[in-house]
């Protein structure tokens, strides 16, 4: 197996065992009842960003394979939470300085993603009628 086609795999069933968790973590939050805040989206996205720090920080230690580190950061975490990738990329450019850039990143990440799910709703109801 080639490795584009072996890297596709990796990330394909850590993508269905972080996406389970994820879903796990909700059926549990729920059971709980928990349901006045959204503590699933904010259990998945702090543990998820610990994780991803973790790995992070082992991968620059240890010596650590190109298929573990898709397995699990990108399939496994980035299915769990993408949030963990984009708090990854917000403390990396604050470490290199980057100020600016990393609140620019906070900034239009929240803005435009939020604009975008209120453009897609009003385009909807607007189309759908």
């Given at each position: 197996?080639?490795?584009?086609?072996?890297?596709?795999f990796?990330?394909?069933?850590?993508?269905?065992?972080?996406?389970?968790?994820?879903?796990?973590?909700?059926l549990a939050?729920?059971?709980?009842?928990?349901?006045?805040?959204?503590?699933?989206?904010?259990?998945?996205?702090i543990?998820?960003?610990?994780?991803?720090?973790?790995?992070?920080?082992?991968?620059?230690?240890?010596?650590?394979?190109?298929?573990?580190?898709?397995?699990?950061?990108?399939?496994?975490?980035?299915?769990?939470?993408?949030?963990?990738?984009?708090?990854?990329?917000?403390?990396?450019?604050?470490?290199?300085?980057?100020?600016?850039?990393?609140?620019?990143?906070?900034?239009?990440?929240?803005?435009i993603?939020?604009?975008?799910?209120?453009?897609a709703?009003?385009?909807?109801?607007?189309?759908?009628?």
């Amino acid at each position: 197996m080639n490795n584009l086609l072996l890297h596709f795999f990796c990330v394909a069933a850590g993508g269905a065992i972080g996406a389970s968790g994820r879903y796990a973590i909700g059926l549990a939050m729920q059971s709980f009842g928990l349901r006045a805040f959204p503590f699933a989206t904010l259990t998945v996205n702090i543990l998820g960003s610990f994780l991803l720090g973790l790995l992070l920080a082992y991968g620059q230690q240890q010596s650590l394979s190109e298929t573990t580190r898709l397995f699990l950061g990108v399939g496994v975490l980035g299915a769990f939470t993408t949030f963990s990738t984009f708090s990854v990329e917000v403390v990396t450019l604050a470490s290199q300085g980057e100020m600016l850039k990393a609140a620019l990143h906070v900034g239009l990440n929240v803005i435009i993603c939020i604009a975008a799910v209120v453009a897609a709703m009003m385009l909807y109801s607007t189309t759908v009628k």
